[in-house]
């Protein structure tokens, strides 16, 4: 996963080399909690990608997702427990939304 960013960055780097590039992490999610440790390592490595990297941004929305028991928040998930309601957009609106800065209009 890393790897794979790591070659985005570069193929977007080739063609707008001042571009910022903001990336959003990898969330948990109760359907796929088995996998939870594979999704930390490969955040902690992407959010290494970024803080090394010129111009690049990691935007954590995992912590915010997850209730005071560390498990992922039941209440913002729709019954595929995989894919957000609207509770779980509106975390990631007051997390990523300041760093987007304000809409053109």
Same mark, same amino acid.
């Given at each position: 996963?890393?790897?794979?960013?790591?070659?985005?960055?570069?193929?977007?780097?080739?063609?707008? /080399?001042?571009?910022?590039?903001?990336?959003?992490?990898?969330?948990?999610?109760?359907?796929?909690?088995?996998?939870?440790?594979?999704?930390?390592?490969?955040?902690?490595?992407?959010?290494?990608?970024?803080?090394?990297?010129?111009?690049?941004?990691?935007?954590?929305?995992?912590?915010?997702?997850? !209730? /005071?028991?560390?498990?992922?928040?039941?209440?913002?998930?729709?019954?595929?427990?995989?894919?957000?309601?609207?509770?779980?957009?509106?975390?990631?609106?007051?997390?990523? !939304?300041?760093?987007? !800065? /304000?809409?053109?209009?």
């Amino acid at each position: 996963m890393a790897a794979d960013f790591r070659a985005f960055v570069e193929k977007v780097r080739s063609k707008l /080399p001042n571009v910022e590039i903001k990336y959003i992490s990898i969330a948990g999610n109760p359907s796929r909690w088995a996998q939870v440790e594979k999704v930390r390592k490969a955040n902690a490595l992407i959010r290494d990608t970024c803080t090394t990297g010129q111009n690049t941004k990691f935007i954590d929305v995992f912590p915010e997702m997850l !209730g /005071p028991d560390g498990l992922p928040k039941p209440d913002i998930f729709i019954e595929d427990k995989l894919h957000m309601n609207a509770a779980g957009y509106e975390i990631w609106k007051r997390v990523i !939304g300041p760093e987007l !800065g /304000p809409p053109d209009r």
